[in-house]
């Protein structure tokens, strides 16, 4: 191996003034830690010039293509046989011990890092797709679904209101029982869980498990059939891999809300679009694309909008190909398939007509979704937008370490829940800077990219200006759609262009830590996090649950109108939640927790879980503050117990002593 001279590169093209202006940029982020502490300020600077440096070594190093470390044949055909008896534990596990535990996490992590090494280190002749896919979709569906079996209700906080609304539906038999709610425009998801309910004639928990929860973990396979109109099946099935294991994509299979369905179709539109740009396509093709566009804009509405913004990275790519500014239309036919940029201006023009027709005639409030949203987002301009305005939530909801608190566990946390993002975001640059090349370039992997970059400007960039009214936490998973897939091509690249040794560092490293890092991440264990103590559960125990409903049946469920403000019930976030949106008790709010001190409600709700796992209240001056606070602090001595059934208290004004 040598190195060769910068003079048979051309070193000023394309790819590699991308790169070197990569580095540029992150050297020039770098000063703004100074200014605030934020994880991802800390850490994207970072990862942006680890790709961007990894990529210019690859582009000047002589080396043989494809040199991938290959396991002994014996061991590559056990392989499979091990993941199988790994999954068939990932079943037990929960099963005996009734819940997902650390155990079954370091298990599932190492099955992950089992079924990477099948993709990234076997010999063309040891690799078999359809057993690797296979053992994927396995993994998705137990990892997605011992959760559900598991969690005695509903994990998340939305799905409690959303089947809610299903209910409505079912009892009334028409959509108009929703008539009041946004949703109303969006109903697919309600109507898909109702009709399941009456087809499966099973009750409403069962059918939404039937239905949503059992496409997601099989949507994968749509990431599969897009990446391999680009690439061979290997780097195809480890987009699909690398897109199964992402923590937001197995929190939207547990957290079953029409997000969920919105990510199902979108995964379907990205196959149908790409498929239209890489082979020659019929009137099927297109009216695929287009029913997968009025699905999503019949589900989601912020489906919708990531929707649009990837038919626009479309759009741009067409025009960046049809007037061919820098010369992009030279595309080396050995890499990608040449073909002409497809003309996309009706279906944009389509779907931003049909959206903005559904979004005006959809209530919101007291005015229509479109015109209420627009308001939303003025006022946000003129109040709360600024640079680096941050204050109230970081940008993908992980706060610095720094401000987080003092224990050596708080500090690291934050870069702990997003390892895995940030190692297939470094892969992804590396995949972007692979395919600016002007060979290689066309316009599917450039939709992918551009689509990308606008993604993380709506998830990174605009939260830093304050701007948080497109709800950042929701994108994640629909942008790891493209990452998976132009982390592939990045990781085909370096595999191609680095030295052996180098290759097989970044590989195993890769294959090591990925899977752990994204399942070690709290959106992959929201029902019971592995960091307890820091993030709080987003799913209740038959105790919680049942307090829920003998709460409601105790004060007769009254309507939030009937409810007088001294009459407030009080408990911890999320807690709160269940009560307001499954209507038990509508009129609930986070208890004001003063500092060494107890609250001053008169009716409040204590649960076990308020001192011992991370829950959320307020402090005097009205923000939310994580505290561990004890019974007597939230159930006061003077007040009465009126319902205890030993992990939750309902406590109320003593008739005895007269104390609030």
Same mark, same amino acid.
């Given at each position: ?47 942006? +010039? ?6 210019? =070594? ?134 898909? =869980? ?44 480890? *987009? ?76 741009? +790519? ?122 290689? *370039?066309?316009?599917? =992997? ?64 890769? +294959? ?71 209507? +038990? ?32 209240? =307020? ?42």
């Amino acid at each position: 191996m040598g190195l060769r001279s910068l003079s048979e590169h051309r070193p000023f093209r394309l790819d590699t003034v991308a790169a070197i202006a990569g580095l540029l940029i992150a050297l020039a982020l770098l000063p703004l830690q100074l200014l605030v502490s934020e994880v991802y300020l800390e850490t994207v600077p970072i990862v942006l +010039a680890l790709a961007c440096g990894l990529y210019l =070594v690859s582009l000047y190093q002589q080396t043989d293509a494809d040199a991938l470390p290959a396991l002994p044949s014996s061991v590559a055909m056990t392989l499979p046989s091990i993941v199988l008896v790994g999954l068939s534990a990932m079943v037990v596990l929960p099963v005996m011990q009734g819940e997902r535990t650390i155990h079954f996490f370091a298990l599932s992590a190492i099955v992950g890092t089992l079924v990477l090494l099948q993709i990234l280190c076997t010999a063309d002749r040891d690799f078999n797709r359809g057993v690797v896919l296979l053992q994927i979709v396995l993994f998705a569906i137990v990892f997605r679904f011992t959760a559900l079996y598991v969690t005695p209700g509903y994990i998340g906080i939305d799905v409690w209101t959303h089947m809610e609304f299903v209910e409505q539906i079912r009892d009334a038999e028409m959509l108009g029982a929703i008539s009041h709610d946004k949703h109303y425009g969006s109903p697919f998801y309600h109507l898909l =869980v109702v009709a399941s309910s009456f087809i499966y004639d099973i009750p409403l928990r069962g059918a939404l498990y039937l239905s949503v929860g059992v496409v997601m973990p099989l949507s994968v396979v749509l990431v599969y059939a897009t990446a391999n109109l680009l690439v061979s099946a290997r780097w195809a099935t480890l *987009a699909t891999a690398l897109f199964a294991f992402a923590n937001y994509v197995s929190m939207w299979g547990m957290q079953l809300i029409p997000t969920s369905l919105g990510l199902l179709f979108f995964l379907g539109m990205l196959y149908a679009l790409i498929r239209v740009m890489r082979v020659e396509y019929t009137g099927r093709d297109f009216s695929l694309l287009i029913l997968f566009s009025i699905a999503i804009i019949l589900t989601h509405q912020v489906s919708t909008f990531i929707m649009l913004v990837l038919l626009l990275a479309a759009f741009a +790519a067409q025009l960046i190909f049809v007037v061919g500014p820098v010369g992009l239309a030279r595309l080396d036919t050995s890499v990608f398939r040449a073909k002409k940029p497809v003309n996309l201006i009706g279906l944009v023009v389509f779907n931003f007509g049909l959206t903005i027709f559904i979004w005006s005639l959809t209530p919101y409030g007291e005015n229509s979704f479109l015109g209420t949203v627009l308001q939303f987002f003025t006022e946000t301009l003129e109040e709360s937008a600024g640079f680096l305005n941050i204050a109230g939530g970081s940008t993908g909801g992980a706060a610095s370490g720094a401000e987080a608190g003092t224990t050596l566990l708080e500090q690291v946390l934050p870069y702990i829940d997003n390892l895995g993002f940030l190692l297939l975001l470094c892969v992804t640059f590396a995949g972007c800077l692979y395919v600016v090349h002007r060979r290689r *370039a066309e316009q599917s =992997v450039f939709t992918l990219l551009i689509g990308a970059a606008v993604m993380l400007v709506f998830i990174l960039v605009l939260p830093m200006f304050g701007i948080r009214n497109f709800i950042p936490t929701r994108w994640f998973a629909f942008l790891f759609a493209p990452m998976a897939i132009l982390g592939a091509i990045g990781l085909r690249s370096l595999n191609r262009n680095l030295s052996p040794r180098i290759v097989v560092s970044v590989l195993l490293v890769f +294959a090591l830590v990925y899977p752990g890092a994204m399942i070690v991440a709290v959106e992959s264990n929201a029902e019971n996090p592995i960091f307890s103590d820091q993030h709080e559960r987003l799913a209740y125990d038959e105790s919680e649950l049942a307090a829920v409903e003998s709460i409601g049946d105790l004060t007769g469920s009254p309507d939030g109108s009937e409810i007088r403000p001294d009459q407030q019930l009080y408990t911890d976030h999320p807690y709160q939640t269940v009560f307001s949106r499954t209507r +038990a008790y509508p009129s609930t709010e986070p208890a004001t927790i003063p500092e060494n001190g107890s609250v001053q409600h008169r009716y409040t709700v204590y649960r076990t879980a308020q001192s011992a796992d991370a829950t959320y209240f =307020v402090d005097e001056n009205g923000q939310e503050r994580q505290a561990s606070v004890s019974e007597h602090q939230l159930c006061r001595p003077g007040q009465a117990v009126v319902y205890t059934n030993g992990d939750v208290s309902l406590c109320t004004p003593s008739p005895v002593t007269n104390s609030a």
